[in-house]
């Protein structure tokens, strides 16, 4: 809003205002703006929700007996605190007239509201089960395929069946009509990946701050046709935007850490871990780095699969399991890990993989 406030309408009256219109700014200011938002208004965000739903999210009593006793009482949908923050901080520093971000957005709020009705029936209901898998699936089904309607017909994106491998220089695969599927299962699979994964105290978020990042960076990259160019990256144009957008989800996220670091006062619930994922899917789909966000979210793929193993394997076997109990980082709780050291491990592994999705940049 400021860049069409400012910028668009006023630049030529104070010079000053010149300053709005560079993205690396805009990002920085979308960032301390959810980060301030979120840490000034989090308490009572929380306060408000211990008061509505009094006994918290309902606890898997399959579970590690730690959380039946320690995470009793905690309430959920702390992720409305992420889109609130990343809503406030966006909307005030992004180009309002750019098409991409409205599309991101778009994916993320319908995900939140799918995520924020699963939360509401787990909690009214007190059952750990929500939203059932099939409307859950058809509902994220049919938002990605609006998405990807959008990006094909208004924004006219080139090569826009292709898929372009990272390390490899000029490595473009068109996959025709297959491409629409591989976006969809991309977006979906996105979003069910980091609601997996948010089952610790702080696990889910920090791999997102990690992988907010790393789009930050794509995203502006992708919009410069210099950089793009000299790092043998596709250029989309205007997708730079979407830099600000990710610099106000880092900036929700971290205040959101603030609150949900061990002993969580909050739970992320699917509110926000869908539309946080269905986000970083989209994101991946505009600037065509589908494969990126499976490195530098490998942590969440990881879980995902684990998840998937289990299953299948459980249905081959004849109940026989691979882990003692999945996700993977109930595995690992299971197996005696104290629940602070495996999310720090696993923090570390999604860093490591930040790292190499970023080394990208440079190894062509």
Known sequence: MFYNLFYQNSVDVIS???????????????????????????ARFIS???????????????????????KQGTPTMGGGLILLSLLVGSLLWVDLTNGYFWTVLFVTVAYGF?????????????NPKGVSFRVKMVMQLITALIALYFIH??????????????????VVVDLGMFFYIFAVVVIIGSSNAVNLTDGLDGLAIGPVIF?????????????????????????IESSGELAVFCGALVGGGLGFLWFN???????????GSLALGGAFGVISVIIKQEFILAIAGGLFVIEA??????????????GKRIFLMAPLHHHFEKKGWAEPTVVIRFWIIAIILAVIALSSLKIR
């Not at 805009?26 to 840490?39: K, N, Q, V, Y």
């Not at 408000?48 to 320690?70: C, E, F, N, T």
């Not at 799918?114 to 007190?126: E, H, I, N």
């Open 16 to 42: 000053g205002f010149n300053l709005f219109k560079y993205i690396t700014f805009r990002t920085g200011a979308a960032f301390m703006t959810s980060l301030l938002f979120s840490l000034l208004f989090g």
């Open 48 to 70: 408000y929700l211990k008061k509505k739903q009094k006994k918290g999210q309902p606890i898997r009593d399959d579970g590690p007996i730690s959380h039946i006793v320690a």
């Open 114 to 126: 799918l995520g924020f009705c699963d939360d509401y029936l787990k909690v009214s209901r007190q």
């Open 153 to 170: 017909m208004n924004y006219g994106l080139e090569d826009q069946t292709s898929i372009y491998l990272p390390y490899l220089k000029n």
């Open 211 to 235: 992988v907010g990042l790393v789009f930050a960076i794509f995203t502006y990259v992708a919009g410069n046709a210099v950089f793009s160019s000299y790092l043998y990256l596709p250029h």
């Open 261 to 271: 670091a061990p002993p969580a006062q909050v739970f992320m619930g699917d509110t």
């Open 305 to 318: 699969l684990s998840v998937m193993i289990q299953v299948a394997y459980f249905k081959i076997s004849g």
